[in-house]
Nanobody, 115 residues
């Protein structure tokens, strides 16, 4: 059993910053890719950023240059540093991890950006 717990969400003004964290616990042997997704009201869940076990990063075009994904393998943690936030970044943010071929999701953390 693997659990993911996100934290760091909240309310911020446009132009501000937040740092999300996602800590994995449970039966973890090795983590492959880790990622962040988001879902705004009335919209489908979308990819925000991913990072492989080798450190290769990918970003949605809408967040390139503003968001940075990183990971601490010793702490089983993935981070999302979000700068220059915009109202359109408002969503529930979810982390996920691959352990082998199994995919696990966190419960989500709300990010609200006011204009």
């Amino acid at each position: 059993q693997v659990q993911l717990v996100e934290s760091g969400g909240g309310l911020v003004q446009a132009g501000g910053s937040l740092r999300l964290s996602c800590v994995a616990s449970g039966s973890i042997f090795s983590i492959n890719a880790m990622g962040w997704y988001r879902q705004a009201p009335g919209k489908q869940r979308e990819l925000v950023a991913t990072i492989t076990s080798g450190g290769r990063r990918t970003y949605a075009d809408s967040v390139k240059g503003r968001f940075t994904i990183s990971r601490d393998n010793a702490k089983f943690t993935v981070y999302l540093q979000m700068n220059s936030l915009k109202p359109e970044d408002t969503a529930v943010y979810y982390c996920n991890i691959y352990i082998g071929s199994s995919l696990y999701w966190g419960q989500g953390t709300q990010v609200t950006v006011s204009s």
